[in-house]
């Protein structure tokens, strides 16, 4: 690589970042690559450790080992703190680093819609170590269970609330239903998992409302045979330790997961740039920043519309689409190509599952559910993972967790055993 | 089960709790299990979860799984604080336990010698935090090696120092050697992770010895040859962040990890009992308490000895040994049997390996080095796991592993991005 070659910096390596990286594989350019965090995160099945049935390192890879054969790209673990557009620079906490082209894509977090104190006792799922905290807040509340004489403290620990009925609600819940129903069936002496109460909280009309309705009443249906209870229009007004206050009444829960919102990350304000009411980066039609050329905004942490006008979801194949188009635009700009095609969405469809041997799938016309939506859904998990390894891991993982009911990563790590609390 | 059946309490579930819980499973017991974890660990195979070969999981069962099947077993994750022998009770944060007999298992933790504060900067690897810390520590260096431009600073953190040579040590000094020249050589831009530096340090004359002379030194070659630098007869005098001091100079390093002594849990301050130089519990031929014999002391938490008088080792077959001992031990005398056999302990052999391809291995006459050694070594800790699923999926690690040269579980969680230090 000439030492004046142009340089890229990409800023977060989501499926964005990392799909804006890869189109670059030929460019002339010194393709600079940061993240807080060594690995990229396979966020559709995050979920699957936030209940134990795969482990963190099985859905998170290390970023340098997925770039390690692009000889023009360097991969710095780094936290980014700013950007200073007019000189061209982006400010890390180790220093800064200049740049010809940036590309943001930061993506989102939760969303507490202003109670950011109930991110406290109602963890969201967006990082390795949200699953992990999740995992053992479910896990440690059947052994405390199990471990305490008070019955009422009994039912408030076996009850688990889920807010927020989208695709990431929906999987939990079916998820938890099954750990209690089937994988700790057996184990205890003293509690019956079984009785656990499992509730789906949903401010809107119906589940999976990106989901044709049928689909919508199939999952609630499915839910609710597995003994979860779905509770549609009902508010989250409140949460705290004991559990929550809906618009329908309290509910006494020690584990609490929050599925209901998400806001952008900080890029707006890095930027001093113009956001919509989720903090996403208003850009123009190729995704750069208005005014600054080679500013591109990419992913959840941008507002993009399409069709209709409606927004682009916040889904995984969006945001590789963005990075593709993004890193397709800047080799063309380097190589002194004209292509002024505007960056266009294309929605291939939607998935979701609701545990064991069940999920449903929209693909423009084709609905499926149930087992075959199941069996479509699992084929294209794996066939989007990273690498043979990890494909057959988690194949086998499935394999042997749908034969057998069992979960393989029921681990309780990095906390204090219980202690007595009345 | 009878109300009135004896009440068993084991506290801890390494191999020796474990053993003596499935030892009394046909006993007219109620069993009882305590843990401060929900999971087993097995322990040798801790170190290739610090250097990111096997996930926690892999190496990490739930507790309450293994003995499901055992319908006389309840397993309580509970943290044990105190005994009242007087009254046959086990404290713990939850309250109290009543026992017939009690169990004692609880292990060894590092010694570091009086300088409790160089647990700080040195860690131990005995649990899976262990684990997952030194695996965060050795990565992270390597990331910061890339971040920084001060190779004064590179060098430090391209340091690594494994304080103690017994099995431990050894074995994470093949495994990071193995890291830095070979998967994670093609990884990095800026850096040569194969430049990093090995340090082992052990105080004795020898590596390994627990070992025949011919294999300690033949483990010396090996780790030379993969770039090891190992400093038998040099002591440490003290650690901190920067690195550590030793009677032969200092060795400025970022990475320090502790693998030389441990000392027995605090057993015997719960008993009031008499004790040697390492907290061991003195116990009878029977392991059982002085003058307690309801009370049992197992696994490295007791002094036994066997032959002319050496220790027993603190390696997985011996807490098994007593385990299974004490179990049917307990067990015959609820069946009115007389059973007046004291514990005799039968060595079996000692395994160490040393990285990819080569291990030693002492059975007796029989000595095994080499690759030979890593296939027995290999074949001995699948067959030692417990259950088809985990011996699988280690098998298929370390298969993929042995072809690619590389290692499937490569991930910093739970930790702040690096910040500029100097």
Redesign the interface.
Known sequence: MAASAPKVVIVGTGFGGLEAAKALRRAAADVTVID????HCFQPLLYQVATAAL????V???I??IL??Q?N???????VVGVDAEHRRVRT???EIAYDYLVLATGATHSYFGHDEWAAVAPGLKR??DA?RIRRSI??AF?RA???ADIVEQGRLLTFVIVGGGATGVELAGAIADIARQTLA?????IDPRAARIVLLEAGPRLLPAFPPDLSDYVRTTLANAGVDVRTGTMVTSCDKGGVDTSAGRIEADTVIWAAGVVASATAQWLGAAADRAGRVKVESDLSLPGRPEIFVIGDTAAVFYGDGRPVPGIAPAAKQMGKYVGQRIAARIAGQADDRPFRYRHLGDLATIGRRAAVVSFGRLHLKGFIGWVFWSVAHIYFLIGL??R??VA??WF?DYL?F?R???????T?????TG
């Open positions: 807080r965090h060594n690995h482990s963190p390192a099985d998170a890879w290390p340098r080992h390690r054969d000889t790209a360097t991969v710095l673990m780094e936290e906490t180790m220093g390795i170590e992990t896990l440690i052994e199990e471990a305490t057996a184990d205890f002496r003293r390894r990890y057959f891991l086998f993982n042997w057998t069992q393989g990563a029921r681990l309780i790590t990095e204090e055993p219980p202690r007595k």
